[in-house]
C-alpha cells in the first residue's frame, strides 16, 4: 500500500545513492567505464526505499535512524553485489573464467574488492549520516502524513 513514508524514504535513499554514486567514480580506476552506475544505484535505492525503509517506519526515533542506516546498508550490500555481477558478465564475455561456478565467485570477490576501494572515510561518514537522515526523514513523514 502507498504512503507518505514509502515514498519519502524511496527518493530520500534515492538522494543519498546520488552521492554517494558521486563520492565513489573519483575512487574508481581511471580507465573506468560507468555507463548507468548512478542510474542504477538509484533506481536500486528506489527499490530498497520502498519495501526495506517505508513499511518499517512509525516505531519511534531511534527505531527510525536504525531503519535508515539498514536501509542504507541494505542499498550498499545490493549495489555492490549487483555492480559485481555486471562487471564478471563484462569479464566472462573475454572468456576469463574457466566455468560458471568460479564466475559467480568471482561476483562475490569482486564485490568485495569494490566495498575495500568505496571503504574510505568520507564515504563511510556520508553513508552514515545519510542513513540517519534518510531514517529520520521517514519517521517524520510517517508522523506527519499518516
Do not use: C
Amino acid at each position: 500500500m502507498p504512503t507518505a513514508a514509502r515514498l519519502v524514504a524511496a527518493f530520500a535513499l534515492a538522494a543519498l545513492a546520488f552521492v554517494l554514486s558521486g563520492q565513489i567514480m573519483p575512487l574508481m580506476p581511471d580507465d573506468t567505464d560507468f555507463g548507468y552506475f548512478t542510474h542504477v544505484n538509484m533506481g536500486l535505492a528506489l527499490v530498497v526505499g520502498w519495501r526495506v525503509i517505508g513499511p518499517r517506519a512509525g516505531r519511534g526515533l531511534v527505531p527510525g535512524i536504525n531503519n535508515g542506516l539498514t536501509g542504507t546498508a541494505v542499498l550498499v550490500l545490493l549495489a555492490l553485489v549487483l555492480q559485481g555481477a555486471v562487471e564478471m558478465f563484462r569479464l566472462a564475455n573475454r572468456h576469463i573464467y574457466d566455468g560458471p561456478f568460479e564466475a559467480l565467485a568471482a561476483i562475490f570477490t569482486i564485490a568485495l574488492e569494490y566495498f575495500f576501494i568505496m571503504a574510505v572515510p568520507s564515504v563511510l561518514v556520508t553513508f552514515v549520516v545519510g542513513g540517519v537522515v534518510v531514517g529520520l526523514a521517514t519517521e517524520t513523514a510517517n508522523k506527519r502524513w499518516k
